[in-house]
C-alpha cells in the first residue's frame, strides 16, 4: 500500500515564526510532491510542487525534498494568522494518471 | 483560464437514497478527471479517475460508482446510499501527460442519515 504520512498536529507557532511541516512517502517511485493548503471545510488550494531534490523557494514558502530519505518538508516563514490551515501533502504515483496520494494533513495554528 | 465547476454544494440525503454529483471543467480539453473522498478529519481517498470519455478507473470497491458521458463531465453517483458514504467529496482535474498539477473543484459536503 502505498502512503504518505504526516503528523496530524496540531503544530502552534507565534506569528512571525517559521513553521516547519514534514511528510515522508513509502512509494519510491513517487517522482513529484505537491503541498496544498485546506482551509476548513474548503477544498484545498496548491501551494507548492517540487520534483527535484534540494529546496524550492516560493515567496515566504519552501519546499524541502530528500528522495533518499523519502521526506518531503515545507517551511513557512514569517507566518501569519490566515496560514493557519490544514496543510495536505501529496505524492504523485508512479504508473501514470497524474493520480496523487495523500498524507492526512497537518493542522497549523498561528497565533498572535 | 480554466475552471472547475461542482454541484451541489451540500445535501443530506437519507440511507437508501440515490445521489449523484456532478463536475464539469471549463477552458480544457481532453483533461483527467478524479474523484477524491475526505472523511471527518481524515486525508483525500482518490475513489476513481478518467482518461476520456467512458473510462472509468476504480482505486476502491465501494457503493458509488462514476461515469464521463462527455469530455469535460464526470459524475458520482450511488444507486442506495449507506451512513458511511458520508463525507467530503472533491472533483479535481489535469491536463494529459506531464507533470500537471491537478486542480480541485469547490466540493460537496453529503452528509447521510
Known amino acids: 500500500q502505498k502512503e504518505v504520512e504526516q503528523n496530524s498536529g496540531p503544530l502552534s507557532v507565534p506569528e512571525g515564526a517559521i513553521a516547519s511541516l514534514n511528510c515522508t512517502y513509502s512509494?519510491?517511485?513517487?517522482?513529484?510532491f505537491f503541498w496544498y493548503r485546506q482551509y476548513s471545510g474548503k477544498s484545498p488550494e496548491l501551494i507548492m510542487s517540487?520534483?527535484?531534490?534540494g529546496d524550492k523557494e516560493d515567496g515566504r514558502f519552501t519546499a524541502q525534498l530528500n528522495k533518499a530519505s523519502q521526506y518531503v518538508s515545507l517551511l513557512i516563514r514569517d507566518s501569519q494568522p490566515s496560514d493557519s490551515a490544514t496543510y495536505l501533502c501529496?505524492?504523485?504515483?508512479?504508473?501514470?494518471?497524474?493520480?496523487?496520494?495523500f498524507g492526512a494533513g497537518t493542522r497549523l495554528a498561528v497565533h498572535p | 483560464s480554466q475552471t472547475i465547476h461542482q454541484w451541489p454544494a451540500t445535501l443530506v440525503q437519507p440511507v437508501g437514497s440515490p445521489l449523484s454529483l456532478e463536475c464539469t471543467v471549463e477552458?480544457?480539453?481532453?483533461?483527467?478527471l478524479y474523484w477524491y473522498r475526505q472523511a471527518a478529519g481524515r486525508g483525500l481517498q482518490l475513489l476513481f479517475y478518467?482518461?476520456?470519455?467512458?473510462?472509468i478507473s476504480s482505486e476502491v470497491p465501494q457503493n458509488l460508482s462514476a461515469s464521463r458521458p462527455q469530455d469535460r463531465q464526470f459524475i458520482l453517483s450511488s444507486k442506495k446510499l449507506l451512513l458511511s458514504d458520508s463525507g467530503f467529496y472533491l472533483c479535481?482535474?489535469?491536463?494529459?501527460?506531464?507533470?500537471?498539477?491537478?486542480?480541485f473543484g469547490e466540493g460537496s459536503w453529503l452528509t447521510v442519515v
Open positions: 479535481a482535474w489535469t491536463g494529459q501527460g506531464g507533470l500537471n498539477t491537478i486542480y
Open positions: 512509494d519510491r517511485g513517487s517522482q513529484s
Open positions: 517540487i520534483y527535484s531534490n
Open positions: 501529496a505524492a504523485r504515483a508512479a504508473g501514470g494518471y497524474n493520480k496523487l496520494i
Open positions: 477552458g480544457t480539453s481532453n483533461p483527467n
Open positions: 478518467s482518461v476520456g470519455i467512458g473510462q
